[in-house]
């Protein structure tokens, strides 16, 4: 007598968690003008992704933190000025990909943003496009530990 024992495998999605320096050599910036924060802390559980950006413009230290859920369902955190900004997080068929879209308004312009986050040889890289009436733009981030 032969048993069949069914079992299902569920993909476990890649963990980014931790805090992340910016290896601006190894990234494509633009050479103007550039998003890239000089570190990120993630934290990320169950179903919370959490983006903690730490940037400098104009000699001041800027903190931005997200929160996404990674059901795929709509979250809302705090833009610039009072704005919202409304993302939508969601994980590529194999769990090694997370993609974040994000749209918010500055000055009655509609913006969007796409990252997508994957480990590159134990590096975070991040691919940021930006897409409104200004212009469009992409850059590539290359994280370390």
């Known amino acids: 007598m032969l048993l069949f024992v069914a079992c299902s495998l569920q993909l476990l999605a890649v ?6 320096k910016l290896n601006r050599s190894a990234s494509q910036l633009n050479a103007q003008f550039t998003m890239a924060p000089n570190e ?9 992704f959490v983006i903690e950006r730490h940037s400098s413009f104009q000699d001041r230290q800027i903190t931005i933190k997200d929160t996404f859920t990674l059901d795929g369902k709509e979250c809302i955190n705090k833009g610039f000025m009072n704005s919202e900004k409304k993302s939508v997080a969601t994980w590529s068929a194999d769990k090694n ?5 994000t749209k918010f308004s500055i000055q009655d312009q509609e ?7 994957q480990m590159d040889g134990g590096k975070l ?3 940021s496009a930006g897409s409104s009436s200004f212009g469009d733009g992409k850059e590539v981030y290359l994280f370390e530990k």
């Open 125 to 127: 890289k991040v691919e």
């Open 40 to 48: 990120v802390i993630i934290s990320q559980k169950e179903n919370e």
């Open 111 to 117: 913006m969007t943003i796409t990252e997508t986050y």
């Open 15 to 20: 963990d980014f968690s931790g805090t992340w």
């Open 97 to 101: 990909v997370l993609k974040v879209v």
